[in-house]
């Protein structure tokens, strides 16, 4: 800074010195040198102290024009003590000299956060001086205020200072108002200092003594002003506007057409002269200030328009929303998406996804009623705010908008309708469910989808939870552990009853929504990229877990579900590898479930990496077989060891003989493949009695167990004998 504490205070001094100066010049005699050096001496203080806070960083613009006023002014002391003549004459020539300086000075004040220099308001400040004047020639001829000797010279001379002095005290006046800059203290002082001089020149007609007083007077508004420049001000911002500059032409016009009418009827042509020009240049400055609202509205026009399709932009629907909200009136919502706009944007390109975008924009407008309001808010998403329609109508609307669109650019959207309430609502949070309304829409292959609050709750929901979830992935091992569960269920041998493998299913121990089945979350598993992290994940959980278990001394296999992403991703066979290695588990005593779905997703790919998985001695199960639609063919070629028959056979086997043999043939053709077949879902003793009948191997269901915590599976485990008491003896095979 360039202000320390210390040196205002010395400033203030000085100015203070140089008041009492100017005190002492106008007590001496008019003549003696002293005077006129004092009021040098003091006039000089005051252009230095302005130059100084011309320094400041921030609002030095209006001390720079100030002190350049002062120096021009101070040519009348200079000159008093150098030939020792004054005259009020040349004050005046001076005073009209400095007064635009002043006046840029306050002008530019006004805007100087901005510092744009507007050469119309200097335009508007001269025009009203020329129609001030103009008004006091009139009133001179009417009411002669001004001796009657003087010559017009004279009497123009004094009518344009005061003139001006007028005009300077009235911008003072309104930047102060307009200018944020009423509280600041320094404008204040700076008004006081102008009014002071104002009155004390309208006081001069050219007595002796006059010239010296109107110089003390001046000299003494410097040192007021100066003073001001050592203070820190307090400005607050404010928007520039074009009210004030167009209000006060239209004031200047005014004045200057009753000048020349009254002027007219009093026969002289001075007047009339000053008014015209007044006229002339307050017409230039009234052109350049509709130009200016001209830019602004191009400007705000711009602002709002979105640059590629023409129509409104994100910005614009905000203000719809806003502004109907500030009425109070109901309306509606379209929410448009350009179904496959992805696809031609990369396969087409750019331009033709930007043409594509300009085709719609125009068919969606034409097909809409001329007081919607269309903006495109993102990508491919355009969004219709209609005031005053209801849902009926607006879901109407949307539909023939669709079908033009369909027609025209012969591509598809998707739309979500949203009636908005009237008086009040959020307008992000309509936006929202308009959006939600949309993707309904979408994942309905496209069309029109009215806002539905439950499809939106469960959106929501999913969202929450996906967000929870890419958390958990992302917070690492230990957070996995902590809240991913794997739960164990059994599968027995139907003929000997023992436990020889066991199934990991994961579920989700959520902080606040409790034990999630795995259905609640696996799809957005798959759906968010996360099902790598969590097999691999699961896989080293199941095996670490499992491992010590056996029945009877046989140690117990262990099963993995795959996922579709999971069998064909690239770093499986690493992470089998690994933990295969780093558990020591036999690679015989693993195995992994896929389902036919999950194989025919890319069937060569799969056979390909299921042939080095079981290359390694890992086991694979084809599970929920039965649901599938492979081909018996795709699985001969599948190096598969088990097949797991899904519930929906075991329920039905006990009443259906159809199901039965359907089932008794497949277990038979399994086995001829030397595949091992294993019953899931059995719930009761009778199911599991016609199973083994049909010469199924293994069962896996309720009967035996639920899924279990390791803890409580090792415990089931344990009490084997107790098992075998329940379930009792094995029956003889095939019954
Ligand atoms: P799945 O592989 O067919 O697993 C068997 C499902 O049947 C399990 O449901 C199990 O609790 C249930 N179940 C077992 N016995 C009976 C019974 O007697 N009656 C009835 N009604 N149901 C029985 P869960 O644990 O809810 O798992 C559902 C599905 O989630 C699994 O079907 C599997 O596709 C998937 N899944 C589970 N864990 C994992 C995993 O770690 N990774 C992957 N990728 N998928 C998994
Ligand atoms: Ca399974
Ligand atoms: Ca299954």
Known sequence: MTNSPARPDARVTVVALACVAVGAALLLPVDRPVSSALLAGAHLVAVLVLARGAQRRTDDVVWRWFAGAAVVVGVQPVLALVTGERSLGLLGGCVLAAIPLAYQGL???NRFRTYTSDPGDFLNGLSAVLACTGAGIVAQQRFHVLPAGWPDWKVQLWLLVAGSMVILLGTALTVAGVGGLSRDPRMWLILVALAGVGLVSSTLRGHPGDAVR??????????????????????????????????????????????????????????????????????FRVVHLVRELAQLAESRHQALTDELTGVGNRRALVRELEDLVGRGLPAAMLLLDVD??????????????????????VSVRRALPVDAVLTRIGGDEFAVVMPGRDEDQA???????????????????????????????????????ADAAMYTAKTAGGGVSLYDCEVDARLRDRAALVADL????????????????????????????????????????????????????????????????????????????????????????????????????????????????????????????????TLMADPDLALAVTHELTRRGVQLSIDDYGTGYSSLA?????????????????MRVLAEPRTAEIVEATVALAHRLGLRVVAEGVEDEATLTVLRGLDVDESQGYLHARPLPPAEFAAWLAAGARRDQVVGAPAPRGV
Request: glycine share 8%; net charge neutral.
């Open 340 to 361: 496959h706009f992805k696809e031609v944007n990369d396969r087409q390109g750019h331009h033709a996804g930007d043409d594509l975008l300009r085709r719609v924009a």
């Open 107 to 109: 002008v530019r004040w």
């Open 470 to 597: 890419k958390a958990l992935v992302g917070a690492g091992e230990q957070q996995m552990r902590r809240e991913i569960a794997v739960h164990y269920q059994p599968q027995l041998d139907v003929v000997t009853r023992r436990v020889v493998g066991v199934e990991a299913l994961v579920r989700w121990q959520h902080p606040t929504r409790g034990l999630l089945p795995p259905l609640t979350f696996l799809d957005l598993v798959e759906e968010h990229g996360l099902m790598d992290a969590l097999t691999a994940h699961l896989l080293q959980r199941a095996v670490e877990e499992s491992r010590p278990w056996s029945d009877g001394g046989v140690p117990l296999r262990i099963s993995v579900n795959l996922s579709a992403s999971s069998l064909t991703h690239p770093g499986l066979l690493c992470l089998v590898d690994r933990i295969l290695e780093q558990t020591g588990l036999a690679p015989g005593r693993l195995v992994l479930e896929v389902t036919e779905t």
């Open 634 to 650: 795709y699985l001969t070629d599948l190096p598969a060891t088990e097949l797991k028959l899904d519930r929906a056979f075991t």
């Open 214 to 283: 109107g110089q003390a007077a001046w000299t003494l508004a410097f040192l007021v002003i100066a003073y001001a420049s050592t203070r820190r001000g307090r400005p607050v911002p404010v928007a520039a506007t074009s009210q004030a500059p167009a209000v006060g032409a239209l004031i200047v016009l005014a004045l200057a057409v009753v000048v020349l009418v009254a002027d007219g009827r009093a026969g002289g042509w001075h007047a009339t002269a000053y008014a015209s020009v007044a006229i002339l240049g307050i017409t």
């Open 395 to 433: 879901v109407e609307i949307a539909a023939t908008v669709h079908r033009a669109v369909a027609a025209q650019v012969e591509i598809g959207l998707s739309i979500g309708v949203r009636s908005l309430p009237a008086g009040g609502f959020d307008p992000d949070r309509l936006l929202r469910q």
